[in-house]
Nanobody, 122 residues
Framework: QLQLVESGGGLVQPGGSLRLSCTASGFTLDHYAIVWFRQAPGKEREGVSCIRRSGGSTSYADSVKGRFTISRDTAKNTVYLQMNSLSPEDTAIYYC???????????????WGQGTQVTVSS
């Protein structure tokens, strides 16, 4: 079965950190660009970060630059999103997607994960 599975979400206090994982089964993540999106209640989905295929360069939305880091672990077929200095504005469902291009907007992607909830609250 070909799928992406996110994990690592949860409840964290402002200023805290979380690391999200995006793991593929049935295909090799290294062959794809991976994009993290997020969607907060009542808001449009926002591209947060992406990494080009085969461990290439990365991009970040201005809202997370300097706080979030995207990386790959080829051996684990996993992409991570390390999120530091979290604020309530980061509260959203976070999705990882796999496709051909590293762009922070919605285009045709090959695979979507089911999402993981991140809640930043005291």
């Amino acid at each position: 079965q070909l799928q992406l599975v996110e994990s690592g979400g949860g409840l964290v206090q402002p200023g805290g950190s979380l690391r999200l994982s995006c793991t593929a089964s049935g295909f090799t993540l290294d062959h794809y660009a991976i994009v993290w999106f997020r969607q907060a209640p009542g808001k449009e989905r926002e591209g947060v970060s992406c990494i080009r295929r085969s461990g290439g360069s990365t991009s970040y939305a201005d809202s997370v630059k300097g706080r979030f880091t995207i990386s790959r672990d080829t051996a684990k077929n996993t992409v991570y999103l390390q999120m530091n200095s979290l604020s309530p504005e980061d509260t959203a469902i976070y999705y990882c997607v796999a496709g051909g291009l590293c762009v922070l907007r919605e285009i045709a992607y090959d695979y979507w994960g089911q999402g993981t909830q991140v809640t930043v609250s005291s």
